[in-house]
Every structure is written in C-alpha cells, then in structure tokens.
C-alpha cells in the first residue's frame, strides 16, 4: 500500500468506436440527402441569383461537413481513438445550425 505507484485501468473501448463512426456516416450521409433536397428546391422554378446563391452556400457547409465527419472516421480508426476535439465539434454544430439556416431561407 505504501509503493505510491498508481495504476491506472487500460481501457478497452470494445465496439464503441465502430459505432460511432458509423453514426459519423449516418450523419453525412442525412447531410448529402438534405443538400440535395435543399438544392432541388432552391433551384425549383428555374435558376435565379438567389437560387444559386443558396445551392453555392450549401455545398460549402456540406463540404465543410463532409470534411470535419471524414478527419473524425479517420482518427477512429486506430486501437485508441483520441475524444472528440473542441474545433471538431464546434464545426461540426455550426454546419448542423448552417444546414437549419438554409433549411427554414428554402422554405419560406
């Protein structure tokens, strides 16, 4: 008891990371549908400024998605992936907001 040495647990992360890179695809995948669907829609009626406008800023936030779930599925293929990083997430929460944005300008 009196050695001072402390033993800290090895974690065994099991199929979690899997499965969270597989939410990873998921979530990309919702993004590509809903980038479409917004695109088809903002361009309905013929291409206008506006229009093309919205679809320009779509596929930004889509590629800036696609880039930001790409770098993560990649950091979670090792034995021991490291926690979601703050920038990650920010990024990844202002395109889901971007996204919404988008969503409620196409509707209206």
């Known amino acids: 008891m009196g050695s001072g040495a ?13 499965r969270t890179r597989l939410a990873w695809r998921r979530t990309t ?5 809903a980038a479409v669907l917004a695109g088809k829609q ?3 009626g013929g291409p206008s400024a506006v229009g093309l406008l919205a679809v320009a800023a779509s ?16 950091a979670l293929s090792v034995p021991r992936p490291g926690v979601l990083s703050v920038r990650t997430a920010w990024g990844a929460a202002a395109c889901v907001v971007a996204f919404t ?8």
């Open 6 to 18: 402390v033993v800290t647990p090895v974690r065994d992360p099991g199929l979690q990371p899997e």
């Open 29 to 33: 995948l919702s993004c590509t549908v």
């Open 42 to 44: 903002a361009l309905q």
């Open 59 to 74: 596929l930004l936030v889509w590629l800036a998605f696609v880039g930001l779930a790409h770098r993560r599925i990649r």
């Open 101 to 108: 944005v988008f969503a409620v300008a196409v509707v209206r």
